[in-house]
């Protein structure tokens, strides 16, 4: 029976029989005896984004995991990583150290910031997702054609997946390649149309 722990690029967590390419965790937000989610979807900052495969390694999905035999933490599961970028989460630094430095290194050119370190970015990180819950960030056509590969964006329920210049529908399964390259400008007008 599926869990409660697929995680969409809205960083809602659904229940579906999909698998994931990573894992991650906002830290204990389940109970590990009846293997479902607590009211709560967080209860740290660092949402991270783990591979599912580290030196042989094996967890009882949303069991009692940690060395004290209580729940450890809740496991999470991605589509991809673009997936789990856009749900709000980033590289681990302990699973995935060279994406994690790359991520940060990004982070402090953002900011202008070389001091900044991982807590700090979590903290902001944090910020915006809670600054982000249930408003509409607007773009322009104009600006689709401006986007980097792996940018992901919202039409409604749908998201999208941007890359070589064509949006690509996400799917808890895979993300769904159009049939032939799309234009994103065409296809932005022709979904915000009535």
């Known amino acids: 029976m599926p869990l409660q722990n697929r995680v ?5 967590i659904d229940t579906t ?3 994931g390419l ?3 965790n906002r830290g204990v937000i389940h109970d590990p005896q009846t293997k479902t989610l607590l009211r709560r979807r967080w209860t740290t900052r660092a949402w991270i984004i783990c591979v599912c495969d580290f030196r042989g390694r094996r967890r009882e999905v949303m069991g009692r995991n940690s060395p004290t035999g209580t729940a450890g933490w809740t496991e999470l599961f991605f589509l991809d990583e673009v997936t789990a970028l856009a749900a709000g989460h980033r590289p681990c630094f302990f699973c995935r150290r060279e994406a994690a430095t790359r991520f940060l290194a990004c982070a402090r050119a953002a900011e202008n910031d070389q001091m900044l370190k991982a807590p700090r970015l979590d903290s902001a990180l ?3 997702r809670l600054a982000v819950t249930g408003r509409v960030q607007p773009i322009a056509a ?3 054609q ?3 590969d792996g940018s992901m964006i919202a039409f409604g329920e749908r998201a999208y997946a941007f890359r070589g210049g064509a949006l690509y529908e996400w ?3 895979a993300t769904e390649a159009p049939p032939h390259r799309t234009d ?3 296809l932005f007008n022709c979904l915000r149309q009535p």
Do not use: C, S, V
């Open 8 to 12: 969409t690029p809205f960083g809602r």
């Open 126 to 128: 944090h910020g915006q």
């Open 146 to 148: 401006d986007l980097p």
């Open 184 to 186: 994103p400008r065409r």
């Open 22 to 24: 990573f894992t991650g």
């Open 142 to 144: 104009e600006a689709l």
């Open 171 to 173: 799917r808890f399964e």
């Open 17 to 19: 029989p999909a698998r």
